[in-house]
């Protein structure tokens, strides 16, 4: 009797952990929650290391599924998914899941560019991704006792 009170037991512990760590992995429908996943391992890359991605590949625009509620229904979920995959291979490379927001913004500045150039062939568009004045700078010097180079970092200016 007493074996079976603990096999009770750590059946229903196991059974709350698991509706526990079920219900924290569920996303809210107001979560800003953008995530991507890359797999490059089967992509060949060029000699310096860029990803070549063959022309057989599509994209798949979709919305998101987050799971089913303990009564069987699809609960609700605010996200879009962009992948892209190999039909030949049945092989994802890359899934890019965004708020409604973030795929708002992306369809938009991407119309843009695609109508500036169809207006213009010459139409070149590079963002810029970072910040030049917060990438360290110094002064090389010398070598250490070990052969490492010693380089003193110039202070960052304030903007």
Request: proline share 6%; charged share 25%; aromatic share 8%.
């Amino acid at each position: 009797m007493r074996r079976m009170q603990k096999h009770l037991l750590l059946i229903s512990l196991t059974l709350c952990a698991a509706i526990s760590v079920a219900y924290a992995a569920t996303p809210e429908p107001s979560t800003k929650s953008n995530s991507y996943y890359l797999f490059t391992k089967a992509l060949p890359t060029t000699d310096a290391g860029v990803v070549a991605v063959p022309s057989r590949f599509k994209w798949s625009i979709e919305t998101s599924w987050s799971g089913i509620d303990a009564q069987g229904k699809d609960l609700p979920d605010t996200r879009v998914m962009m992948r892209l995959y190999d039909p030949d291979q049945n092989f994802t490379a890359l899934t890019a899941q965004m708020d409604l927001e973030t795929a708002e913004t992306l369809q938009r500045e991407l119309a843009d560019i695609i109508a500036k150039k169809r207006e213009n062939v010459d139409y070149q568009y590079r963002p810029q991704l970072y910040d030049s004045s917060l990438i360290p700078t110094g002064e090389i010097k010398g070598f250490g006792r070990n052969g490492e180079l010693i380089i003193e970092l110039q202070p960052q200016k304030a903007k």
